[in-house]
């Protein structure tokens, strides 16, 4: 209860613990809670092993807390109500938004998934973790220099058996659709907030003046190729990655508000024909969604950040935090699940142990590997709908626990609603040179 009433007084306060009226909105305090609570949760999460009961009880606890808010953000339908003569009436009533009621039992669902994934690690013994202070000769092939704050992920000499090397595969595919499914819905509550002023008034006033004129060139040249274009830039280092989404961002954001003042006489007026303005956008949005997803674990972008700080919906700023931080654990359990495999591979292969790898790309695999032609698209590959658990019983009782708070008869609409959802977002009306997107990477690549 004290704790309750501490977390309830900052967000009362907007965390000025002065009173002196000076805080930030409701939106960004509950935004800054639910962020500041993963972090103090999920922030060591070194290993590949079970949450403590302690931390796991407090998780639960303090995000029911800060989820609790949500019950309270209603909207009005119309129902239908029988008076005591029995005539039928139509009256409105209150429900929880439709966003909220669709979303947060989907989000729910992705924790508890993830925390799953995590006590299933809780009897492996094929693996196991050196500590940072450990000599390189114990660490031998598997230390990894871009990582060297994280314990060391040691194998046995001959690496992992199939079992568990196949146990491990499956379980990442797990986690790649809680991604897949986090990102997705952070990504829709992302384009549904407003783009602040203060964003719009810092941009130029040229598509060209924000690419570049090399990155402008490439996108606007008659025949144009993402894969190519993406070939050609440098995307070495996370800096160099997020500098050109925020380019690209910007520049759609100038080429929609041009489109939408045709009449040339505001300061954003275009001289480019609409059609034209149009097949730009889409290019960019195309490249975006490629960084997007080739990219998971890149911060977010100036105009992301812009919008997460002066939003003022509550139940947006809600929906966001708590996706994008299912996100993030998504993606670091996915990368230990990786350091793993990263093992494995160079003690099967020692003449890759020598090898600088760029932490960006993905841990290699054979590629006649039986596990990768399982990991790969084929009849036998689960759905998202088979991982959440919505058409088929889970075996993780903690997820059907979680499941079980989800009214039978709702179940069904709601995996409709948020395959539509995802489909939205994820899915692109694929131009002729995206027929192909995807169809040559490798199979263990994260989408």
């Known amino acids: 209860m004290e704790q309750m009433k501490e977390r309830f007084a900052k967000l009362l306060l907007g965390e000025d613990m002065s009173g002196g009226g000076k805080g930030v909105s409701s939106a960004l305090a509950l935004s800054n809670a639910i962020t500041n609570l993963a ?6 999460q070194w290993r590949l092993e079970p949450m403590s009961p302690e931390r796991k009880a407090r998780w639960r606890r303090e995000i029911g807390w800060l989820l609790c808010v949500t019950d309270y953000i209603v909207e009005f339908v119309a129902s239908q109500q029988k008076s005591k003569d029995g005539v039928e009436m139509e009256i409105m009533v209150t429900r929880q938004r439709n966003d909220l009621h669709m979303s947060i039992p989907a989000l729910r669902k992705l ?7 995590l006590d299933n690690f809780k009897d492996q013994n094929e693996f196991y973790y050196l500590s940072r202070d450990a000599p390189d000769s114990e660490k031998g092939g598997s230390k990894r220099n871009d990582k060297w704050w994280l314990p060391t992920p040691k194998v046995p000499p001959n690496g992992l058996s199939d079992a568990a090397r196949k146990f491990l595969q499956y379980q990442k595919d797990c986690v790649n659709q809680v991604l897949k499914a986090a990102m997705a819905i952070n990504a829709n509550v992302l384009s549904e907030m407003e783009i602040p002023e203060n964003y719009i008034e810092s941009l130029p006033k040229n598509g060209r003046a924000s690419l570049g004129d090399l990155i402008y060139r490439s996108i606007t040249v008659e025949f144009f190729d993402p894969d190519q274009f993406l070939s050609a830039m440098d995307l070495t280092s996370e800096h160099k990655i997020l500098d050109l989404k925020n380019r690209i961002e910007a520049s759609i954001v100038i080429w929609k508000r041009k489109m939408n003042q045709k009449d040339g006489k505001s300061g954003w007026g275009s001289a480019i024909s609409l059609e034209k303005r149009e097949l730009f956008e889409e290019r960019a949005e195309t490249i975006l969604l490629i960084l997007k997803q080739r990219f998971p674990g890149i911060p977010q972008s100036s ?4 919008k997460i700080q002066y939003n003022k919906d509550i139940g947006q700023a809600i929906l966001e935090s708590y996706s994008r931080i299912l996100e993030s654990l998504a993606y670091t359990v996915l990368s230990r699940i990786e350091d793993v495999l990263y093992a494995d591979y160079v003690t099967r292969n020692p003449s890759y142990a020598g090898q600088k790898r760029n932490p960006l790309t993905e841990t290699p695999q054979e590629s006649t590997s039986p596990m990768d032609e399982t990991a790969s ?29 989800i009214p039978d008869e709702e179940i069904e609409g709601l995996n409709l609603k948020l395959t539509e959802k995802l489909a939205s977002i994820v899915a692109i009306k694929k131009p002729s040179y995206l027929e192909n997107l995807g169809g040559q990477r490798s199979p263990t690549a994260r989408h």
Do not use: H, Q
């Open 39 to 44: 972090a103090s949760v999920f922030g060591e």
């Open 111 to 117: 924790d508890a998934m993830l925390i799953g994934c």
């Open 303 to 306: 105009l992301d950040i812009s």
């Open 377 to 405: 698209e084929g009849p036998n590959s689960m759905t998202l709908s088979d991982f959440m658990g919505w058409t088929m019983e889970s075996n993780d009782s903690d997820a059907k626990n979680e499941a079980d708070e």
